[in-house]
């Protein structure tokens, strides 16, 4: 009697398919450095109590700086929180979602303004704790009227029209509050594009000192030790 024995030999992957594995293996690994490396520097920036403002603020940037000085506050509510503004602004509503935040928080929020804070950016510039509001040298700082575009039938266009007058109002109020400037002065500068640096927007109240050498930008972060 003889026995017949079959064997299965598996068909080797063709070149086309190893050099789809490896691109794939590849392109996984990559992501995962990318996502460490920024999960590396989240954590430092955690730890060092600082919350970044950057880039437009809309509902998606206020989330997050939301939940980062709230988590910061219940870690320890007596120890500042340091907000690093590089913004050109955005939507007025997530801009006052974060100042209404930092208000409400006990721990003092110490502002710093590099490259640029404006229009809403400006205002969360001046929102920090008084005597705690800083900009670099070369900061470029402007305040202005709220812009809005409206367009559909009359009747929506006026009350579009009484809000936005409303918003500027409210605007008005929060820079009189935060510098100590008059209405009618804050007012005026906010009917056109005003532009400050270092100098000028300390002497308008909205920061009190320019960051011009390590002393100072320490003093920013004075609990920090790796500072």
């Known amino acids: 009697t003889t026995t017949q024995t079959t064997t299965t030999e598996s068909t ?37 109590r600082t919350v970044f403002v950057t880039g437009t603020i809309d509902d998606r940037l206020s989330h997050r700086v939301v939940a980062q000085l709230v988590h910061l506050n219940n870690e320890n509510p007596k120890s500042p929180i340091v907000m690093v503004i590089n913004s050109g602004g955005g939507v007025v509503t997530s801009g006052y979602a974060i100042l209404d935040t930092m208000k409400a928080l006990e721990a003092p929020i110490v502002t710093f303004a590099v490259g640029h804070a404006e229009s809403m950016a400006a205002i969360l510039l001046a929102s920090g704790e008084k005597g705690r509001r800083f900009c670099s040298p070369n900061a470029r700082i402007m305040i202005h009227q709220p812009h809005h575009s409206m367009s559909g039938m009359t009747s929506d266009i006026l009350i579009k029209a009484t809000k936005a007058e409303e918003t500027r109002n409210a605007l008005t109020m929060s820079l009189v509050e935060m510098t100590g400037k008059t209405f009618d002065e804050v007012e005026k500068a906010l009917d056109r594009n005003t532009y400050l640096f270092a100098e000028s927007a300390k002497q308008f109240g909205i920061a009190i000192m320019k960051i011009t050498n390590t002393f100072h930008f320490a003093a920013l972060w004075p609990e920090t030790e790796f500072l």
């Open 12 to 48: 080797p992957p063709n070149r086309s398919e190893k050099k789809k594995e490896k691109k794939e293996s590849n392109t996984n690994t990559s992501s995962h450095a990318v996502k460490s490396e920024a999960d590396l520097l989240f954590n430092l920036h955690n730890k060092a």
